[in-house]
Nanobody
Framework: VQLQASGGGLVQPGGSLRLSCAASPNLGADTHMGWYRQAPGKQRELVTTSSSAGYGAITYADSVKGRFTLSRENTRSVIYLQMNSLKPEDTAVYYC??????????WGQGTQVTVSS
């Protein structure tokens, strides 16, 4: 299984970016998917997760609520992260994550997001 993430880059404070992640092969609509991030010198932290496609619950870290939006395609293992009102503290490597069980947990390669003027 591979998770291919894209969409990172350099943006000014207050700007927006959209990340995408696609799992290959398709893992199914009941797969939990989401995003974590790791800033330099810090531990990896949860950003947002979706328990399943369609009607699954979506959770957000308090630090991104109201600014970030997770969406996913119901028929494919594809998720998006729309990030608005970006702040310098959002600077990190963002990792796509997919979970089906303790033995079926997958991570993408990471995409760098830098928020700086």
């Amino acid at each position: 299984v591979q998770l291919q993430a894209s969409g990172g880059g350099l943006v000014q404070p207050g700007g927006s970016l959209r990340l995408s992640c696609a799992a290959s092969p398709n893992l199914g609509a009941d797969t939990h998917m989401g995003w974590y991030r790791q800033a330099p010198g810090k531990q990896r932290e949860l950003v947002t997760t979706s328990s399943s496609a369609g009607y699954g619950a979506i959770t957000y870290a308090d630090s991104v609520k109201g600014r970030f939006t997770l969406s996913r395609e119901n028929t494919r293992s594809v998720i998006y992260l729309q990030m608005n009102s970006l702040k310098p503290e959002d600077t990190a490597v963002y990792y796509c994550w997919a979970w089906r069980s303790e033995t079926q947990t997958y991570w993408g390669q990471g995409t760098q997001v830098t928020v700086s003027s």
